[in-house]
């Protein structure tokens, strides 16, 4: 019953073109989504957010789009760089507590 | 700024015993959360402390589990006593206090690698 998908365990790209990760959910309280990069050993570093009235965000190298009559997202990464190599999660929030619910993450390696 | 910090990083317990995770949020964050990762599957939900008051622990596994914030400052999390299904990586994380919708950015810590055998 998970209610946020990441159906790609893993991404592998080439320095320089276009990183696209994908996420489903199926919960439509959800008011927001975010991306969190996590490197081994450490904990989820926040990276960009969209509110569920938006459609697209972006933050210098990174976008990430929202379609919600599909309910799917999509972090979009572009240049990539090596030093983007990591597990990507997905998460949403919904709720007055603002608890994250969580994707399994996809690892993207970024090959020089 | 100092971040959030967990201790110990690892921990290796037999069946059984008891263990006592901490978190030291970022100074001045009211809101505080537990997650918890175990391997294969998602980042789960534990609970959430604002200042020293638990507002959700809907996602504690069972009683065997305890989590305090005397003060509202650092918190613990005991486990007692473990059992196998416990193993996995405990993250902390804390945020500023906002009432309602948006988001305040949650900042995690490193995590707690619990092993149980």
């Known amino acids: 019953d998970q209610q946020v998908k990441q159906n790609s365990p893993s991404l592998s790209v080439q320095e320089g073109r276009i990183s696209i990760l994908n996420c489903d959910y199926t919960n439509s309280m959800f008011d927001y989504f975010l991306w969190y990069k996590k490197y081994p050993a450490e904990g989820p570093t926040f990276l960009i957010s969209i509110s569920s009235i938006k459609d697209k965000n972006e933050d210098g190298r990174f976008t990430v789009f929202l379609n919600k009559s599909a309910k799917h997202l999509s972090l979009h990464i572009v240049p990539s760089q090596p030093g983007d190599s990591a597990v990507y999660f997905c998460a949403a929030i919904a709720g007055n507590n603002r608890k994250l619910i969580w994707g399994l993450g996809t690892s993207l390696a970024v090959n020089p | 700024e100092a971040g959030v910090t967990q201790f110990p990083s690892h921990s290796v317990i037999e069946k059984g015993q008891t263990v006592t995770l901490r978190c030291d949020p970022i100074?001045?964050?009211?809101?505080l959360y537990w997650y918890r990762r175990v391997m294969g599957k998602e980042i789960k939900f534990l609970l959430h402390?604002?200042?020293?008051?638990?507002?959700?622990e809907s996602g504690m596994p069972n009683n065997r589990f305890l989590a305090e914030r005397t003060g509202g400052t650092y918190s613990t999390l005991k486990v007692q006593p473990a059992e196998l299904e416990d193993s996995g990586v405990y993250f902390c994380a804390s945020s500023h206090q906002k009432g309602g919708v948006g988001y305040n950015e949650q900042f995690f810590g490193p995590g707690t690698r619990l092993t149980v055998l």
């Open positions: 100074s001045g964050h009211d809101n």
């Open positions: 402390f604002v200042k020293e008051s638990k507002q959700d």
